[in-house]
């Protein structure tokens, strides 16, 4: 499967801290923590786990620009 | 000013490529190339130019994971 | 690849429009059209064209429900 | 009320799980699952249940394609 | 029609730019200037005009807090 | 630090509900509520409280219009 969301950053979770409906995943990107907020249901389907080698997807229309 | 965005990824601008009403912008991010699609009105409120120190600023609900 | 966002509508591609950065491409799913702003360059790279078979993928905190 | 987003597809709700603050609405449209996460708050105002005719609204902006 | 996104900001369309493909609205809120970027083809079909009132609908989870 | 998500609409806030990972933070924007869906963290790295001068911060992709 290609996406055509652009932004595709590789990196390993760090730490995943499961809510009721939501969970909070970190990723560590080259040195960087990127939080992700997905559902607590798609990290039993994906089977996400601390040390895994995953992908940050960020659609390019969701990012923004600080100077 | 502090942002609640908790993703704030330092990195330099690549480069700008600006359409009528929008632009896209490229940030390497520690080796990795993050897109922005933003206006060009804040293109130019910003100054943004190639070789600036930036910030990608994107909100967590925002960010996906894929495996 | 898995990728965390919920929503994979299988359609078919009915349309596309390029602007200069942007394009608009409308996917046919069960007879509903949706419509999907994404970069002329995505387009480009997935190579998409009219009557392909493609999912619409959307993160399912971008949802929301009218009645 | 009109609204400028461009994807309302009609569809019938499935199944409605509350968290906290925030709640998961399963909506079947044509035969296909599409999840929604909006506020619990907008589920008790809409007065939202099971088989309620919907509609799943979407800006188009927010629509990724997969290939 | 009532819809789950709980921002809904009564104003003014102050001025319409329309590009290629994208339209910029900037809304007046009780003397704040709100921009929308929706699709040109949406200005279209609501007629759209300078001086329209209008309300600014915003999705909670897309809402940022700056301090 | 200059942003280029052009809505920074000022306002007061008027409650904060934190649920277990995610927060509801209401501002009051000249007389009309906006609500942000932020995660709890922010919260809490911000010192965000009932009646805190604040910017509520949009970025024009994800404001729609109705009319």
Redesign the interface.
């Known amino acids: ?10 990196g390993t979770i760090k730490g995943i ?1 499961k ?7 970190v ?1 560590e ?4 923590d ?6 607590a ?3 039993d ?4 786990k601390t040390g ?16």
């Open positions: 499967m290609n996406l055509s969301a652009r932004n595709q950053l590789k801290k809510g009721d409906l939501m969970a909070e995943v990723v990107v080259s040195g960087q990127l939080v992700a907020i997905i559902t249901a798609s990290v389907r994906l089977g996400l895994d080698s995953v992908a940050a997807v960020i659609k390019a229309t969701e990012v923004m620009i600080a100077k």
